[in-house]
């Protein structure tokens, strides 16, 4: 029911800054409104009893609306209309084509598969609601599943229809990469992106109408770094104020949102009145991959090559979005066809820098030799990354840009040569337009991370605290990327990474807590525990971390004096690790997580479907069952008990858990331990027998090599008790022990 003090409050936004606040008279069941707008008079006649309305507009004719939300869509107020034309050419420009669309692989919590746009966007509005009631709709998966590339689809798709059949359209809030970013602030960019005229004050009432949604991408961003209550608060208030006819969009990481953790943390979301549906997105399928890649100039002969076999399987990292779009459209087949590289990122990275290396022209060709221009490409690479994080942003202008090609350069170079490198640095593959005009940045926030990755490492080990480590949140998208670099790094540069390991080891006693160093370093030596010396007595003492990533299976290192307010572990082997006077918040973990005797009861857990647990018997148990409980651990388990207790069985887990994609014996660091394990000769046929080992004999350094690939990792972790030919494979490689 509308009343005069909701009439003041949902009108003053749109009067003059520096005007009184609307005047509103009541006579004959009808409210009269008169305010000043864009330096006119407005008068507003509303009937209360039909919910039509009136506008006349200094000189301009009285206009009519059917109700009070038809004035506010209108020309009057904000314009919708315009906002969808301008909507639909900007995105038009930005967002990816409908034909390089990669296929979306979604399930929302009812069950039912989403793989179109449409469908996603049905999901919007499809349960009826009560009057004054919020719907929200969260979108989560891992970084780089296509999250934001799915809300601007969204968005694009609702401009496109507006002017045959008006709907709410979408204000897409990004978090930008901001730290404790506040909504109104992202609110107000995003709506100086569009060049609208609407101000972030109207916008909750437009939604609270039904005429915008609000899709905040990258919600677990606006966090801060104790628990996320000031992400809770803002939705909170956010939930309450667009109750009636608002929807709401939040996107984020399935680490970070679920719907159970949603209804039960944001207090204001009331259960069975507010609506609340999750879509929950996957990578595409392999066959969705291949139909993908079919359109990109890959073939059928190509998905049997070796190399690219490997990548193109269900569950593969390569097929997640970002991974496919680089393979489609940087990468050519043939490149790959005969390589044996154990991590993609890296292999993309190098294939695209040795192209980008060729592009700078015959002058530039005749001064620096193809080595000096690949180092040139790298180091450019990192310091724009570096420079990013230390500014706390996405983006850089090109006078920023230009001034890095020169330091990444060096001295003694004419300048004429100069200058050709510079403009070419500008247009460089790695990087792409920002929204912002003359501003530029990396293709996607995996590739920024990659470099900034070795950055770090670089820095640490030298003993120098980057800006970025001091003052930014590093989070689990950072930390996951962080993970491949370190096993990278180990095959390639091991003493890279032992001095990294001896600089973090140290951080805490050696720097006080006046920044976020010690947080950060931290997280980043929980990352790199697969990679600690196991002929050594390691030690990580004294540290404070916010969250921390843990994947692989770790060596022995004692656990002393630390505190985690939340660790992702899921699928990771933690048993080597040993705990004292340490504290644990939240754990994030799988089926496929396992723990030590000593690992800390945490105050919550989150399992791999989402739910989250807080009651201590619970939590006790689930941590049991995963190994901290040897004979609980036993009981139910599809894996005999001799097997568990077998060497072989810790064999296998490592070799499910490593992070690349084949492995070779002459690999001097992982490969070697594996194959000179005693147990490999017993485990290698049976896993031959099942279908989860490739094998391939290919030129490496010179001469053949044997290659190994487990398949179906995943599956093989989760050791499912409904799996009857897993439980078979288990049952038999007991009997060869």
Known sequence: MINRETLIEELSPFSDIGETTPKITEKDGKFTIRMARDGRPLKVILDTATGKTQTTFGATPTRNHASFAAMLASEVFANLKRWADIQREFLKQSVVAPKKLIPINGKCDQGKKILEIDQADALIGQTERPPNATEILLIDGPAGIGKTNLIEQLALMRAERYKTSPCAVILHVKSRGRVLSNIQDLMAFSLQTLRSNITYDQIPI???YGLVIIAIDG?????????????????????????????????????????????????????????????????????????????????DATFKLPAISVLIEDDSFALRPVFLRLLGENIKPKLIRDKNENYLTAMLVTH???????????????????????????????????????????????????????????????????GLIKNRSNVIAFLVPDERP???????????????????????????????????????????VFIDVVAEEMTTSPSKITQFLLSATRFAQLHTYVDRGIRNVGALLFSALPYFPSDQSNLISGY???????????????????????????????????????????????DSSRFSSSFPLPKFITD????????????????????????ETSAGSIVPHVLQKHPIYKLLGRVCRLRQYWLRAEDDVVGMKIFQDENWAILLPVLRKYGFLREESRQASGRPSAFVHVKQRER???????DADLASFFKELAAQV
């Not at 022995?556 to 918040?585: H, K, P, W, Y």
């Not at 093989?716 to 409904?722: A, D, V």
Request: charged fraction near 25%.
């Open 206 to 208: 437009l939604a609270r």
């Open 219 to 299: 919600f677990d961003e606006l966090g801060d770094p104790n628990g996320y209550e000031l992400a809770w608060a803002q939705l909170g208030e956010l939930v309450s104020y667009v109750r009636g006819a608002g929807t709401i969009i939040l996107s984020g990481r399935d680490t970070f949102v679920g719907r159970a953790r949603l209804i039960k943390d944001v207090h204001a979301i009331r259960d069975q009145i507010d609506v609340v549906t999750a879509l929950t997105l996957d990578v595409p399928t392999a066959n969705q991959a291949k139909e993908w890649l079919k359109g990109h100039q890959w073939t």
């Open 352 to 418: 695209m820098i040795e192209r980008e290396a060729k592009l700078f022209g015959k002058a530039v060709d005749s001064k620096l030799s193809p080595e000096q221009l690949h180092s040139y490409v790298l180091n450019f690479l990192y310091e724009a990354a570096r420079d990013m994080a230390d500014s706390q942003t996405e983006s850089l202008d090109e006078n920023t840009l230009s001034w890095i090609a020169e330091t990444a350069l060096g001295d003694g170079y004419p300048d004429e040569i100069v």
């Open 716 to 722: 093989i972790l989760s050791e499912s008790k409904n």
């Open 544 to 590: 404070q971390v916010d969250e921390a990533v843990l994947r692989g299976t770790s060596v022995a290192v004692q656990i002393n004096e630390v505190m985690i307010n939340q660790v992702d572990c899921r699928g990771a082997d933690l048993t080597a690790l040993s705990f004292s006077e340490s504290n644990i918040i939240n754990v994030i973990g799988d």
């Open 608 to 631: 791999g479907s989402g739910r989250q647990l807080s009651d201590p018997v619970e939590i006790m148990k689930w941590l049991d069952v995963r190994g901290r409980n040897a004979e």
């Open 438 to 480: 003359g501003y530029r940045k990396f293709i996607n926030s995996q590739l920024m991370n990659f470099f900034l990755a070795h950055v770090t490492i670089d820095a640490i080990g030298r003993g120098d605290v980057p800006k970025f480590v001091r003052r930014n949140l590093i989070g689990s998208e950072f930390l996951s």
